[in-house]
């Protein structure tokens, strides 16, 4: 297939649709490929276990950006979502960023569209914007300083106490940042849809089963779901202090791929996912789970989907970056 027919199927489809001889070892051909072409495999905590076990770091946001920001590998792929992908040509141009599929977005994302997004800003001239790192470069560039759930509190605590603050995307977030700071931020009213869809009743119900069990939750998720867990942190954070806690049980209220890892650290632990509030897997991120190990051995191999981006908006986004890095180095988080 040549190059041309291939970006072809990709804009109708987000990724390289091809058969895969089924006897093909993917996991010994994608180490082959990242070797023969200097590449790194970034992915998320959420990503699916076979992704997880073949690549070459795996972390939350935050660890993510630093990784792209220092790798010295000719080109990344990133098994994420887009705008973690886009975070990753951000901070580090020269390479080349590829993922498996274009069309993995990410609800909270989408729930600050630019325009609406930018209105909102110019009514409050007075106010800083920190803007959480799950959203897209356009939303970078409207911002002052990103963040993610591991060291927001500590940007938010760097800044001075009367500084009038807009929070955006999440709502959850911002409103939990609230009450740990203090603050009065004014917020944006996005959400994700993962975070949101947990049943505090299902949660009861498990814990009645599960007495020993303590709830781990991801500061995305509603109040109601924060007011009964017994920790509240970043992916990072929740799979540390899962390893380091004497308990036996978790429920865990967050995306399930962060379960593979805390198994694999404590295997003589259980881990029970938080239930949703319908009978479907939606503490699944569909989004997420559109990657796949046959799209990230293809994408390796043919160098597509690559994600580019316009250099007036790269060098807009990466200001408010580029500032989250800076305050995260003071206080002792990088």
């Keep these: 297939m040549d190059i041309n027919t291939a970006k072809a199927q990709i804009n109708d489809k987000g990724f390289l649709d091809l058969e895969i001889d089924p006897q093909i070892d993917l996991f010994a051909e994608i180490q082959k ?23 070459d770091y795996i972390g939350d946001s935050l660890g993510l950006a630093q990784q792209a920001e220092q790798t010295t590998a000719d080109m990344i792929v990133f098994a994420g979502v887009h705008f973690m ?13 590829i993922l498996p599929d274009l069309k993995a977005g990410c609800s909270l994302a989408d729930s600050a569209p630019t325009p609406l997004f930018k209105a909102f800003r110019e009514k409050h001239p007075d106010h800083i914007v920190i803007s959480y790192i799950n959203c897209t470069a356009e939303i970078k560039a409207l911002s002052d300083i ?3 759930s591991s060291n927001a509190e500590k940007i938010i605590d760097s800044l001075p106490k009367d500084q009038p603050i807009i929070f955006a995307p999440d709502r959850n977030l911002g409103a939990w940042l609230n009450k740990r700071s203090g603050r009065n931020m004014l917020l944006w009213n996005g959400a994700c849809m993962v975070h949101e869809i947990f049943s505090l009743e299902k949660i009861t119900k498990l814990k009645l089963r599960h007495p020993k069990a303590k709830v781990l939750a991801h500061p995305e998720c509603e109040e109601a779901v924060l007011n009964v867990a017994d920790y509240i942190g970043s992916t990072t954070q929740l799979l540390k202090y899962s390893a380091s806690d004497s308990a036996e049980e978790f429920i865990v209220a967050t995306e399930t791929g962060i379960l593979h890892q805390m198994q694999l650290q404590s295997p003589q632990k259980t881990f029970i996912p938080a239930p949703p509030n319908n009978n479907c897997a939606c503490n699944d991120c569909p989004h997420m789970k559109l990657n796949t190990l046959e799209k990230i051995y293809l994408c390796l191999r043919y160098e597509l989907p690559e994600l580019t981006m316009d250099e007036t908006l790269r060098l807009a986004a990466k200001k408010p970056m580029d500032k989250m890095m800076e305050i995260s180095r003071s206080q002792g988080i990088i």
């Design 33 to 55: 490929l990242k070797k023969e072409k200097n590449a790194i495999l970034l992915a998320h905590y959420y990503q699916e276990t076979d992704i997880q076990d073949v690549a």
């Design 85 to 97: 992908a886009e975070t990753a040509k951000i901070l580090n141009p020269s390479k080349k960023v």
């Design 146 to 148: 990103i963040c993610t």
